[in-house]
């Protein structure tokens, strides 16, 4: 029973220490990896506000963004980080492929995380 105890303590404090919050800096570049997806907002307030209503689950205003100012991005597309706001938790994003409809979009930090978004590698060059 004690070990049982242990075991389970020391899988439940793991799990905390997985759980550390990662900073991302501007100037990097990350890829969509495995089958996730991310969105980007074409305007700033519209991820500013999904943002805030996230933080207040309890508003009882339901944010509504239309789906003609999103990009999905799609599995192995690349974006770097141009620059951060409200504390790096808005980031303005260049999407980088051939020809992208957009100079820039925004995403917030939370969906980075949440999507599994990985750092490329650097090219050598």
Request: charged content about 25%; glycine content about 6%; proline content about 3%.
């Amino acid at each position: 029973m004690n070990y049982l105890f242990t075991l389970l303590l020391g899988m439940l404090s793991l799990a905390l220490l997985a759980n550390d919050d990662i900073v991302y800096q501007v100037g990097t570049e990350l890829k969509l990896g495995g089958h996730s997806s991310v969105v980007l907002y074409h305007h700033k307030n519209d991820a500013i506000n999904i943002n805030l209503n996230r933080q207040f689950l309890d508003s009882p205003y339901h944010l509504i963004v239309d789906v003609r100012d999103l990009y999905k991005v799609k599995r192995g597309e690349t974006i770097k980080l141009l620059e951060s706001y409200r504390k790096g938790k808005i980031f303005k994003v260049q999407l980088l492929k051939e020809k992208p409809n957009r100079p820039y979009y925004f995403v917030e930090s939370e969906s980075l995380k949440h999507y599994s978004i990985k750092e490329s590698k650097p090219s050598s060059g």
